[in-house]
């Protein structure tokens, strides 16, 4: 329900369940949060409608009670940043078969947002998403590196296909503020980078064919 306020109270995207990136050790995890009850499983194979019209970026913060987020749509100053707990993100809202539906990928994880800011470059520019399809993404492994903070492990994201964006994403869309809205703000929209070392990456596993979205 959308409050004369302009907010969205009660709204199921408020409780969309996630899809967690280990930018560290690397493995992905599935959390079935919806708002009352919580579950966590292991995903072996992460393929997705990867929902670049949802993309948001800002601050976050994951706590014990659940990430704080400050979100805007991408093109959109950065809010002032609400702590030095907070870390620049970025969150997009993909597409899983079998009737899983709607997840979240949030992360402030370096690796993990320069792997979706490549994805990001290689689906924007191509002439699929001009059209209006929405690219099949899949992670095919995880590349290991050395960092002076520590190591860390980088998803390869690959696209495999576009189809018709599912109905259920539209109402996820992420429209940047009318521009006489947006306050003057000196931050910037990208992480900074660091320099890395790359290890050799694990050896190739045989993949199960690409899932029917419907």
């Known amino acids: 329900m959308t409050t004369g306020f302009g907010l969205s109270i009660g709204s199921g995207k408020d409780f969309l369940p996630s899809i967690r990136i280990n930018g560290k050790d690397g493995g992905v995890e599935r959390s079935t949060w919806d708002g009352s009850e919580r579950g966590l499983e292991v995903v072996d194979d992460l393929v997705c409608l990867m929902d670049w019209a949802t993309l948001q970026v800002g ?40 009737g899983l539906g709607c997840h979240e990928i949030c992360s402030t994880a370096i690796g993990v947002v320069g792997a979706l800011e490549r994805i990001y470059d290689a689906s924007i520019a191509a002439p699929e998403w001009q059209q209006g399809k929405v690219p099949v993404v899949r992670l095919t492994e995880f590349q290991k590196e050395k960092t002076k903070h520590g190591n860390r492990a980088v998803p390869v994201f690959e696209i495999l296909d576009w189809k018709d964006r599912p109905a259920e994403l539209d109402e996820h869309k992420a429209a940047p ?15 900074a980078a660091t320099g890395s070392t790359q290890m050799t990456p694990p050896a190739s596993v045989t993949r199960a064919p690409v899932p029917d979205f419907g």
């Open 177 to 191: 503020k009318p521009r006489a809205a947006i306050p003057a703000s000196t931050s910037t929209s990208r992480p």
């Open 59 to 98: 601050w976050v913060e994951f706590t014990d009670r659940g990430p704080d987020k400050r979100l805007v749509a991408i093109g959109d100053p950065l809010p002032d940043r609400p702590s030095e707990k907070h870390k620049q993100g970025v969150q997009v809202v993909v597409y899983l078969p079998g």
